[in-house]
């Protein structure tokens, strides 16, 4: 990638730049990159769209489909668009399933949309000039960059490539990816943890493999065992996982490690098994999700024993409704209102 960038992308960009110097390098350089913010923009709505076009062609329903903060959510049966927290990934296209062994094309359907459109900018290139040709040029660079930085396995991100890797010769994870969806359909129609069947957070298959698929459905029995207030049970799982996963660098080991930390300064303050330095970024950032003021009301009431119950109020009020899922929201709400009574 950093190739292509040096020997194509900037040598095109300068003869562009001096293509157009009539009208003033300034303003040709921010069209230019106007043109290139715009690209990029549509190949990703292309990319997510791709896995929205290849879900349909093997029957997956759709759940929730976004590019940046705005979101198309199906809930109740019914297609709404709202505007959300912006998400940690550009966009996102999740599906329902038919059935567990369905998840090839979905899976590859962005990256398949973005090579056909380098095929045909690479067509059209020949026969353009001028804006037409900036813009097809764009749409060749950026269909490559969307295919490589999606396609080449990246186990931190969990990108498409890598989900595939996993996916491929792995029983518990196409369980736990199947399980997952039908888990997040449930979420988005308000269901909390709790009230989702115990049967989607259990596995079937003989060997549980260890890897960040099948380890986020046990992060979610997680979840379900403190919606249940099944505090011991909870306590054992997270543990589990936060040992298989202490040395992980993937951001499903980050939210396991902030998970282990809430719980632990929760229910478990006077025994902390370990270092949270792994954490401390994270707690340092802005609180844009509920999940995230959960975990640091969670750890005010520990180290501080006091927080602003005013201040809480509002930024609950202000987060709640850019939520995804309106049952995880509800979750999570329900996870704050548990900390304030234990600090009355």
Known sequence: MI??????????????????????????????????????????????????????????????????NLVILKELDKIRLRKIGKLSVSGQCLMEPPHKDSWRLCTLGGIILNMI??????????????ILLIILFKFLISGIMFVLSNGIPNNKTLNDGAVYQILKSNESAIESRYKQMLICKHLADGKTYKDISKELFEFNCEKINDDDITNYLILNRYFRYLDLKMHDEANQTITHLFDKTYSSKSLVAL??????????????????????????????????????????????????????????????????????????????????????????
């Open 3 to 68: 190739t292509i960038f040096k020997y194509v992308y900037m040598p095109f960009m300068e003869q562009m730049i001096l293509k157009y110097q009539d009208i003033g390098i300034f303003i040709s350089l921010v069209i230019i990159i106007s043109i290139f913010n715009i690209v990029n923009m549509i190949q990703a709505i292309i990319h997510e769209f791709g896995h929205f076009i290849f879900g349909k062609i093997t029957k997956h329903k759709l759940i929730f489909f976004n590019v940046f």
């Open 255 to 344: 939210e396991i490690a902030l998970e282990k930390f809430y719980n632990d300064n929760i229910y478990y303050k006077n025994n902390r098994p370990y270092d949270y330095k792994k954490v401390v970024k994270d707690l340092n950032k802005q609180v844009k999700t509920l999940k995230q003021l959960r975990i640091r009301l969670s750890c005010d009431i520990s180290f501080m024993d006091k927080f602003d119950y005013h201040d809480l109020k509002r930024k609950v009020k202000q987060i709640a409704p850019k939520e995804l899922f309106l049952g995880d929201a509800l979750f999570n709400i329900d996870q704050i209102n548990l900390l304030i009574e234990q600090t009355a």
């Open 117 to 130: 459109t380098i095929f045909v900018s690479a067509a059209l290139i020949p026969f353009a000039n001028g």
